[in-house]
Structures are given as C-alpha cells and as structure tokens.
C-alpha cells in the first residue's frame, strides 16, 4: 500500500506540472525550447538577407528586437500544455504565463512561435526535419496522456483494494492484479515521454544549430515519472510477496476459563 500512494503522489506532480504559472508547478515540464540565441536564419529562413551577409551584429539586433516585441526567449512543455518566459542578463529564467489546460494536448512547436507571433510581421520556420514529425508527435503525445490518466486512476482502485485484503490472499491477489495494471500503464506513460522528448531534443539540436534554437529534456521530471513507474512495480511485488508468504490466519488468545461460583449450601438441619 506504500508503494501504491508514493506512485499516486508522483504520478499526480508528474500530472499538474505546468497547469498553472506558480511555483513548483511551472518547473515541472518536460521538454524546454530556448530562443534566446535565435539567428537571423529562422527568421528568413534559407534564403534572402542570411544568404547574402550573417552576422553577429545582425543576430544581436534580432534578439534585441524580439523582446521588445515581448516575444518570449523559452518554452516549456508539460501533459496539459506549455508555458512561456524570458531569460535575464544573467540566466536566470522567469516565466510569465501557461497556456490554458487542455486535455491530450500535444506539443507543436511551429503552431506555438505561430501563435506568439501573430501580433508582429516576423516569421520564424522551422526545418522539415522537425515538423514531419508532427504526426507522429501527436499520436505519442495523446497515448501518453491517457497512459498517465489509467495509471493514477488504477493505481488509486488497488489503494482501496488494499484496505480489504487483511487476512485475505483472495484480496492481496486483486489488490496486486489492479496494482500491475497501474504499473505497466505507468511504465508505458514514462517510456513515451522519455523516448518521444528525447528524440524531439535530439531532431532540434541536430538540425537547427545555425539557428539558434537549443532544446533540453528536464531531468527533475523524468526522475518523478521515473519514480512512480519504480513505486508501483514495488508495490506490486509486495503484493505477490503478501499472496505468496503473508498469512491469512487470524490470532486468537487462549479462552480464559469462565469463573464459576460455588453455589450456596445452607447449614445442616436448616
């Protein structure tokens, strides 16, 4: 039963990170997209002035113009949706807003710089190489989401179950039956965020390098999708242990011999 509320406690972090823009919550995303060293080659994109002079100085005054226009330096992306910030003269990031939840969203990273875009003429494209993958983005993506969804939910049914299997192996065997379902709904939820951010980080850094764009993966998030994933296979296993060696006989104490009180016997002759 440990095992399966330390998995519900970091599977429901896990879920809200990103939900809203205070604290705790809003540094818990999976994926972050920097545009605070973005180039001259994403706004043109592979011809017109980057084609003919690049420069530092030309650079510099992009990133100069884009946070004038509020055009935030990074992107965070989580379950429900992402939020947006800007980065200080001396790194420190700050972030100003989320988006609102929305269920089985999924991460569009052309959609969004369209979106924070649309007030102002300046266009950023990126390579086909990031946006073929789109499809299969958001198949991942809306997986991944109901895998967390099933896990927590089942997760919380064999807590409940777990209350009635004292001194029963027919209750620890559901409890451990609706436990196993939880944990491989969680090990599924963790393998697709894992692999599918990954190889989104990967595909951006790979092809995007002379524009300026660097992707990360947040290593506070995966270990907490992680650790879920180990705390229900945990519980589990103690489950089977319970079903295996646990006893289901009950402890008794001896029964006391019942006091019994000589009856009175009146004097002879009475």
């Given at each position: 039963?440990?095992?399966?509320?330390?998995?519900?406690?970091?599977?429901?972090?896990?879920?809200?990170?990103?939900?809203?823009?205070?604290?705790?919550?809003?540094?818990?995303?999976?994926f972050?997209?920097?545009?605070?060293?973005?180039?001259?080659?994403?706004?043109?994109?592979?011809?017109?002035?980057?084609?003919?002079?690049?420069?530092?100085?030309?650079?510099?005054?992009?990133?100069?113009?884009?946070?004038?226009?509020?055009?935030?330096?990074?992107?965070t992306?989580?379950?429900?949706?992402?939020?947006?910030?800007?980065?200080?003269?001396?790194n420190?990031?700050?972030?100003t807003?989320?988006?609102?939840?929305?269920?089985?969203?999924?991460?569009?990273?052309?959609?969004?710089?369209?979106?924070?875009?649309?007030?102002?003429?300046?266009?950023?494209?990126?390579?086909?190489?990031?946006?073929?993958?789109?499809?299969?983005?958001?198949?991942?993506?809306?997986?991944?989401f109901?895998?967390?969804?099933?896990?927590?939910?089942?997760?919380?049914?064999?807590?409940?179950?777990?209350?009635?299997?004292?001194?029963?192996?027919?209750?620890?065997?559901?409890?451990?039956?609706?436990?196993?379902?939880?944990?491989?709904?969680?090990?599924?939820?963790?393998?697709?965020?894992?692999?599918?951010?990954?190889?989104?980080?990967?595909?951006?850094?790979?092809?995007?390098?002379?524009?300026?764009?660097?992707?990360?993966?947040?290593?506070?998030?995966?270990?907490?999708?992680?650790?879920?994933?180990?705390?229900?296979?945990?519980?589990?296993?103690?489950?089977?242990?319970?079903?295996?060696?646990?006893?289901?006989?009950?402890?008794?104490?001896?029964?006391?011999?019942?006091?019994?009180?000589?009856?009175?016997a009146?004097?002879?002759?009475?």
């Open positions: 039963m440990i095992g399966n509320l330390a998995a519900i406690i970091l599977t429901l972090v896990v879920i809200l990170g990103g939900v809203r823009n205070v604290n705790v919550l809003r540094d818990l995303y999976f972050k997209l920097d545009l605070s060293h973005i180039t001259s080659k994403a706004l043109v994109g592979e011809t017109g002035l980057s084609s003919i002079v690049s420069t530092s100085l030309i650079d510099s005054a992009i990133q100069d113009t884009l946070s004038a226009l509020n055009i935030s330096d990074f992107y992306a989580a379950l429900w949706g992402y939020c947006e910030g800007g980065v200080s003269s001396n420190a990031t700050n972030v807003s989320c988006s609102h939840p929305e269920a089985l969203w999924w991460l569009d990273v052309q959609k969004i710089l369209d979106e924070s875009l649309s007030s102002t003429s300046v266009n950023i494209t990126l390579p086909s190489e990031l946006t073929d993958y789109n499809p299969t983005i958001e198949a991942a993506s809306k997986a991944m109901i895998c967390y969804l099933v896990s927590i939910i089942v997760l919380f049914l064999g807590l409940i179950a777990g209350g009635f299997a004292f001194h029963s192996r027919g209750g620890s065997c559901c409890a451990g039956i609706i436990t196993l379902v939880g944990a491989i709904a969680s090990v599924l939820a963790s393998g697709i965020a894992t692999g599918l951010y990954i190889v989104i980080r990967n595909t951006i850094n790979n092809n995007t390098s002379e524009y300026g764009l660097v992707a990360s993966v947040n290593s506070t998030m995966m270990g907490l999708t992680w650790g879920a994933t180990v705390a229900a296979i945990w519980g589990f296993v103690w489950w089977i242990l319970t079903i295996c060696c646990g006893s289901t006989r009950k402890s008794y104490e001896p029964e006391k011999e019942p006091f019994i009180q000589t009856a009175y009146p004097p002879h002759g009475y």
